[in-house]
Antibody, heavy 119, light 110 residues
Framework: QVQLQESGPGLVKPSGTLSLTCTVS?????????WGWIRQPPGKGLEWVGYIHYSGSTYYNPSLMSRVTMSIDTSKNQFSLRVTSVSALDTAVYYC????????????WGQGTLVTVSS | QSALTQPPSVSGSPGQSVTISCIGS?????????VSWYQQPPGTAPKLMIYDVSYRPSGVPDRFSGSKSGNTASLTISGLQAEDEADYYC??????????FGGGTKLTVL
């Protein structure tokens, strides 16, 4: 069974950088799948952030592209998210998930981690 | 990119059927059979219910079905049960090689 687990600080200061890591078990991050981040502000809907392939290819939400970077560490079977210049609007539950084969559906999700942007 | 359009809420009584629509454009829903649906009870992570417009993952009851016509995808839940009460989201691949979600629909079982 594929499992994903998000980790990282739960509190980030405004104008700072949000950094999260997703650890994958039960599947190789070097497989044909893509690995993505989805976020959900409190009481609101899901927002696609982006996804990454082990080759290094990435696609990001155009509205976040200037502030988002994703990376992958095949030796640790992990992938990461960085969002710079954060504001209160970036406060959300952040989910990592596996995108089956790319341009497709998310079949396995992490439990999500709440990141609050506040001073 | 704008979110796919879903009704904010739908409701039905146990045993009835409900349909949730997901309106996109020719740049996403209308041009790709890469539409998926997710169920999210309060406080939990989303769960895949339908993929590639109309396929059900193993373990999803056959009461859940999906379809697409033009730029609109639909999720139908038949034989409504109390446990179906949750938020539902559609998602689609886009011509920009990105993904997008709908705004979500809250299903209430009366």
């Amino acid at each position: 069974q594929v499992q994903l687990q998000e980790s990282g600080p739960g509190l980030v200061k405004p104008s700072g950088t949000l950094s999260l890591t997703c650890t994958v078990s039960g599947d190789s991050i070097s497989s044909s799948h893509w690995w993505g981040w989805i976020r959900q502000p409190p009481g609101k809907g899901l927002e696609w952030v982006g996804y990454i392939h082990y080759s290094g290819s990435t696609y990001y939400n155009p509205s976040l592209m200037s502030r988002v970077t994703m990376s992958i560490d095949t030796s640790k079977n992990q992938f990461s998210l960085r969002v710079t210049s954060v504001s209160a609007l970036d406060t959300a539950v952040y989910y990592c998930a596996r995108n089956y084969g790319g341009n497709s559906y998310y079949d396995f999700w992490g439990q999500g981690t709440l990141v609050t942007v506040s001073s | 990119q704008s979110a796919l359009t879903q009704p904010p809420s739908v409701s039905g009584s146990p045993g009835q059927s409900v349909t949730i629509s997901c309106i996109g454009s020719s740049s996403d829903v209308g041009n790709y059979n890469r539409v998926s649906w997710y169920q999210q009870p309060p406080g939990t992570a989303p769960k895949l219910m339908i993929y590639d417009v109309s396929y059900r993952p193993s373990g999803v009851p056959d009461r859940f079905s999906g379809s697409k016509s033009g730029n609109t995808a639909s999720l139908t839940i038949s034989g409504l049960q109390a446990e179906d009460e949750a938020d539902y989201y559609c998602s689609s691949y886009t011509s920009s090689s990105t993904m997008m979600f709908g705004g979500g629909t809250k299903l209430t079982v009366l």
